[in-house]
Each structure stands twice: as C-alpha cells, then as structure tokens.
C-alpha cells in the first residue's frame, strides 16, 4: 500500500516489538544478575513462544491488508489476456510479512517438542530481515531521488540487525545485541512513521520536493536523529528495569527477613513474578 | 550450454545435494541427542567420502557436458589464424564445475591417511562457492536487464553460502549452519531451474519480454518465494527425521526390555541403522 | 564549518585521543604481564569514566562551536516562510559530535550504579563512529572531486575503526584490537588536518586544482603515508611504555629488597603509580 | 614501473613466500601431530625472524627498484616551478612496499626483548595487504577495460587474504587459515607475472587487445585456473610434507629401537631436524 497506512501498520508492528523487547531483556538480565539461575527459564521460553505467536498474528494482518485493501490485488497475481502482473508492490509487501510469518513458525517450532535446534529461530529472524531488506533495495531502484533515498537509509537498520540477530544464532542471550537489535527494530518502526509522514503527509498539506538537494541532506540527519531516539529510550527503559527490579529485591529481603517461610516463593523472584506472577498461586 | 538444459543440470546436482543434506543433518542432529557418542562416527566418515566422490563424478559429468555437447568448444580454447577464442562460455561453466571437482578431492583427502586438516574440506567448498559467484558476477554483465537481474539474485544464495561454509570451516558439525548451507542449496537447486523456464521456455511459447520492469519485480519476489519453499522442504525433512527417529528409539526400547541380549545393538541404532544397516551383519 | 577551523578541531579531539590510547593500553598490557591482577583495574575504571565525561566535553564544545559561530545556523533549522533548511551541513557535523557525546555518556553510565553490561560502551561507540562514516558518506556526494575523494579516504579509517571496535564489544581488553583502534583514531585526527591544509590553505596561497587527477593519486598515497606515521607513533609510544614499566620493576624491585616494608606498596605499582599516583598517599 | 619486470619483481616476492610457506606450515602440523610440544617452539620463532628480515630486504629492494630505474621518480616528489607531481606510479609502488616492509619489522620486534603482544604481526600483515588493495583500487580507475579488470581480479585475492591474516590475528597457528594465506599468496605471485605477459609481452609480439570483451572473460576464467593451480601446489607440497615426516618418524623410531640412548635427540625430531639441524650438533 503506498500510502500512508501502508507505512504506519508494519511500523507501528516493529515499534510495538522494539518497546517490548527495550522492556524484556534488560529485566531479564538484571534480574538474572540478582538469583542466578532459578526456574525462571522456563517462564521466558513460554514468552518466546507467545513472542513467535504475535509475529504470525501481525503477519498474517499485514498479508491480508496488503492483498483485500481497495485497490489491493485480491491474491490475483496476473490478469487479462496479456498475462500482465497485478500490483507487484502490494505482492512484494505481502512477501516481507510472509518471512516474518515464517519466523514466527520457527520460533514456536523451537519450543515444541520437535526440539529444533536453538538458534534456527534467531537465524529464521535474521532471514526475514534481510529478505526485507534485498527485496526493499529492489524496490525502490527507478524511484524519484527522495522517495529511493528515504527507503535506502532504511536498508542500513535493516542489514545492521541482520548481520546482528545472525551472530545471536551463535552468541545466544547476549544482552549486548539483543539490545543493538532492541534499538534497531525501535529506529525502524519510528522511521517508517516518518517515510509516511513525508512522502504522504496525512493531513495533506504541500508534498516534500522530490529532487531537493537539501530535503536529502535533512533527511539523512533526520534518520540518525531518530537513532539517538531509539537509543535514549532503550536507555531508559533499562534505568526503568533497574528501579523495578531493585525495588522488587529489596521488598523480597524484608519479606525473607521477616517471614523466613515465603523464602521458597521469593526464589522465583522479581522477573518472574513481574510476568508470570498469577499463573501458579 | 545457454539453453534450458544447460540450466537444468547443475540445478539438479545442486537440489540432489540439498535434498540429501536436509535428511542427512537433521538424523544425525537427532540420532545424536538421543545417544551420545557412538561409533556411528565413523559411518558418517564414510558418507562425506561418499559425498566427495559423487561431486567429483557430479563435476566430471558437468564438464564433459559442458565440452562435447554438440555446439561446445571440444576442448579448444582458441582457433583460427587470429586466435580468436572459441565458446568462453562453455569455458566458464566447466571452471565452476572444475572448482567443484576440487572440493570434491578434498573431501576425499581429508579421510584419506593424509590426514588433511579438518576444516579444509569446508574451505574448499566455500572457496568453490565463492568462484562460482564471482564467474558469474563478471559472466553477466552487458546482458539483457532480466537475464542479468535473475542470475544476479542467485549472487545472493551464493556469497550467503559461501560465507556460511567459511564459517563451517571453524564452527564444524554446527547444525544451525548445516540446515542454512542445505537451504541454499535447495534454493540454488531450483533457482537454476526458475532460469532455464524464465529464459529458455523449454516448451517453446512466447519469452519473457527482457525489458519489462515488472518482469524484474516479479521474478525478485518469486526468488524469495523458491526460498520459502526452500525453508519449508528443510522443516519438513527435519519433521520426518524427528519421526523416524522417535519410532526406531522406541522399537529399540521394546527390545531392550522383552530381550536385554539386543542391547550391544541398539547402542548403535537410530541413524547407524538406517544409514549402514547392512554392512557389519 | 567548511573551513580550516572546522577541520582542525575534530582532528584534535582525535589525536587527543589517539595519543592517548597509544600511552594507556600499552602501560596496561605491560604492567598486567608484570605484576598479574592487582586493584589496578578499579584505577582503569575511573579512567574509562573520564574518558567518558572528555568525550561528553569534547562533543559539547563541538556542537556549540558548529551552531554559534558567526555563519552557524544559531539552533535554527528552517526559517523563512518557505521554510528552507538553514545551514545543513552545521547541523549534520552537530548530529556528528551528539553520537560521540551519546557514546561518552554510555561510558559513564557503565560504570554507575545501574550497571549498564559491559560491551555496550563499545558497541555505542562503533555506533558513533558508523554515525559519522555515514553520515560523511551522504554528505560529501555531488561535491567536487578532489572533496569528495579526500574525504571518502577518511572512510577506510573510519568504518575499519568502527568493525573494530564492534569486535572490541565482544572480545574486550584485547590488546590487538585496541591498538587498532588506537592507530585508526591517530590516522583520523592527523586526515583531518590534512583535509584542512588541502581544501583550505590556512595561510592563503593557492588552492589545490580539484580536477587534476594527480592530485588524487598524491592524496591517496598520502592518506597511506598518514597510517604509516600513525603506526610508527604507535610503536614508539608502546616501547616508551615498555621502558617505563622496566625502570619501574627495577625501582621497586630494589626497595623490596632493601626494606621489605614498602612491599604492600610495590604491589600496586607501576602503571597505578604512575595514573593515580597521589590520591592515596 | 608500468613493464614487465615491475610485475615480475613483485610476483617473485610473492611467489616465493607462497611456496615456502607451503612448506613450512604443512611440516609444522605434522610434526606438532606425532610429537606433541617439543622445544621446537623456539626453532619457529626464529624462522619469524629470519621470515621478518627477508621482509624488510625484499621491501627494500622493491621501494630502491622503484625509486632508482631510470625512468624512476629518484626520491623527487615535486619538480619544476609548477611543482606538478613526478611519477606519482612509481611512488604508489613504493608505498606499497613499504607497507610490507613495516609488516617486517612489526614480525622482528614481536620476538624482541619488547614483546609486542603477539597478533600484532599478523594484523600489520593483514594491513599491508589491506594497504596494497586500496592503493590498487584507486590505482586503475581510469585506465583501459583490459588493464583495469586484470589487476581488480587481484583486488579479489589481495582483499581475501586480508581477510584471513586479520582472523589470523585472534586465531593464531590456525592451519586452515594460514593454507588459505598461502594459497591466496601464491595466486598473487602467479598473477603478477600472467599481468606483466598480457600487458607488456616480454617477447614483443602483438599485445592483447584492451576493448575485447572476450578477452575479459578469458582473463576472468584464467584468474581462476591460476588459482586452481595454486590449490594444487598447495596440495602437493602438504603430500611432500606428509612423506618426509612419515620417513623421519620411521627413522627416528628404528633408532629408539636400536639404540635407545638417542631417545633424547629424536625428541625434537622432524621438522626440528630438518629446519635447524645443524645449529647445536
């Protein structure tokens, strides 16, 4: 869809993601810090599974939206007499979901009893982006020189996370780069709401002119402005994380101190009880 | 050979491997799990020099194809007064095939008593990956738009292999980038396939108009979609190796139990048993 | 600031920097091999952060000099009433420094309490300096040739420190890496001097033909004969190290001998005697 | 020096590093796998050395060769009132060698009383070669078809074996690399000397003609079989390597059967004796 919603929905679907995990992984670490090793494991592959769960949900969203909108081309892939194609572009947005569909597959096939090898997942994930992305650089070639330009600084987020969740299929849970891909899936959401905002501003309003040099030059600033963005808020989302979990600490020690008995229960502590808190008491 | 055939048969090799490679790693991945450290060593030993040598008659066949189809060079690189060379290529087909031929001696050599260091026989095979990538890159330059765009998608399945296999050559038996190495090479397989329908329809009927943009669009997306496909063949096989080794572990528990005297045996099971099931009995 | 100023500056903070670096890690890696593992390191940390709260400085004093001088933009970014951008290129060197105040800060914030994981420090800093290689490689397309050649040059140094440094988030305190790191960001400071001279003669004189194209060969030889003199500084800092170090062991080595008193003392020695010498005693 | 012997000095360095190395690293494997850490450590630091200085001689002898033949640049980089550049080629080969040069005395000084960190040599090596990529893809811009696509052939060997020498430096001793490196290097010998025949036939004789597109695709293919051939070399020598030290093992073996009393002396046995025998007997 080129237009405006076509940008804000799978944008809207990676910051949706980028949030969540700038929240996920910094508690999962610190908490991790705090008691080492305790059943908590088994709490995140169940947050994995719902993870690979909500990524076939929003695919399957944007494959929809993408083929049934209006002027969508209703799974015909030619037509007429002269077999010609029909909206290659919504076909090829609808290719983009389908890997990232296909990732989701994987995740909750890793946590099925099938037991596929740990690290199928992140390197299915790192498939998907860099699907998007090859298909995106084909994309926008023949375009005019905002519209490519915009669409091209996207191509340095997309390959920087999939060179990165590609090393996660070997380096597993390391907080360092699911926090490089964390910031990275935040800067491409927000920028996706910015392609939209320029190259179809919503409240309509005067169009962006296509061949200015200096549009070009903004733009570029403007992409690494919405980086330092997505850097500040996983940074306060961790500071966030940290409160939470020290607080959490020190109400289990007064407890522990206390009580002595609900000790068994304060093992299983901060993280833990933060998301899965209900499902056992 | 620039006709359908010519595409065809390394598409074939490519796929056979593929295909064998998507059965192969996930039995012994699973058959692994199941019982830790076997003999079954050595049975695999046998099967990479089995491997080996079917690249090499695999590569023999490719270039004696190659050099004696009816128009092909005949083992002369140039002829005439002024020297001028005769059907380059056919020369560069055999090269890539040649550069597989030698992946394939090493593969031999290194269960040879030579004892050629483990990793090599990886290195070979990306090195032959990596120089059929760069043949073709300067292979299709001044073509047509569609005929140098659909082989130059296939440059990707090809460095992203052979990046993959150069990583194998220190990451060895890593599962992760066996099943990666076997997609592409499925990919590869039916890519080659894709080409010889989009360029040399092979039951005759119109061709693809060379210059179509959207020709080109179709045919990056459908390169996504092979791969898709691709990643489906490789769940599914890893399905069926998942069954078939559930099935036989139980049938060796059976027999554990009722027998006891079966045990020596089924130390031995799972994969050893279907993959060299007749050799020592 | 397309001027001499503006060129001068970054290139000292570099070579601040860098020169620093090439004294600091070879002291540490020659005093860790002399006396292994004292409370040494908790020196370096207050090191890192100092670094950290000079990098924050720097990148201050760049970005108000970019803004406030006379032909700066004064914080604005459009103006008019057609809204035209005002003076891009000071803001794309302020986006520059703010990456490198970014990184300071995440310095700072490693060693705080919220105990930011280690390796993050680097990785925003490989991010500052990808941030500045592309940044620098939008900025100086459609410019003239011997611009655009000269500054593209600073590209190699630039996205080779930044692979690098990548790399240091992962394999920390390797003394390999570090040094590279180090010779990369001498190379950079000296360049930068070298752009200045070249597109801006400081004391007049006249400037260079632009579309002589062996003004590019030159520059790129010299760009070389910069990294060449970038690591013979290195290497001679690194033997300067070494024989402070030695002259260090053999001081303290003697008073051990002669009054056995002052061995608590010793144990800290060398490189903690020379950094934090006074803050104990 | 734009001639025949300017690229068969270069491609005789080459060479005869390559095909040294094809020996000496073979040897070394072998050897290390029957006798498991001798003092023969020691023996192959000194061949560091000795494979340092020869560095730093044949780096001397390529920068003299380039400053002082007679259409040489004769150390003057400026001349004439205009001060236009004086053979800016033959000044890029120098920069060229003295790279290698540099990377010969970084290999001294590691075995130094200075003990610069190891890795070190292998990283300044990686920047040599990095350092002759660059200044050889800068080099050939502007020249004829033929001209510039046979020495960016070499841009594929030059930038591969930087490549591997980097990884060298965290993965010391690591035979599949260093194989690769000799493989690669032998390729730049070979290729050096096949660039001087088709530019500048020695024989006089007509030269190639530079526009001929089939004459690329025959240049293209004969890049690979030169490597093809260096692989083989490689092969071959490893299989020289393997019989000499089964023949020392045997030797040495009857020996501690017959005498006993020389148990001590085989000790540092094989490649010892072959490198370095004769130094304290």
Redo the contacts between chains.
Sequence with gaps: MANFKGHALPGSFFLLFGLWWSVKYPLR??SE?VNKKSHRSQCYQRLEVIEGVAKIIFALIGMLAEQFVPDGPHLYLYSGKER??VK??N??HT?MY??YG?SG??DV?TYSP????L??DR??LS?AVF?EG??FY??VL?RPMLDQHIHSLLL?ALFGAAFSILVE???RD???LE??RTSLTILQGTWFWQIGFVLFPPWGGQAWVEDD??????V??CF??H??VA?LIT?TN??LA?CCIQRCKRNNGEIDIGLGIRKQKSDRSSLATLLNGSDEE
Excluded: D
């Design positions: 670490y610190l810090k010609s194609w290659l572009m076909w090829q290719t389908l890997f296909l597959v994987v096939l099938l037991k596929v090898p690290g199928l390197l299915m498939i699907a090859f298909l084909y994309h023949h340095i299929a070997f380096l390391n907080i360092v926090l490089f040099h200096s549009n070009i030059m903004f570029t600033m690494f402005w980086y330092a850097i940074i961790y500071t940290y």
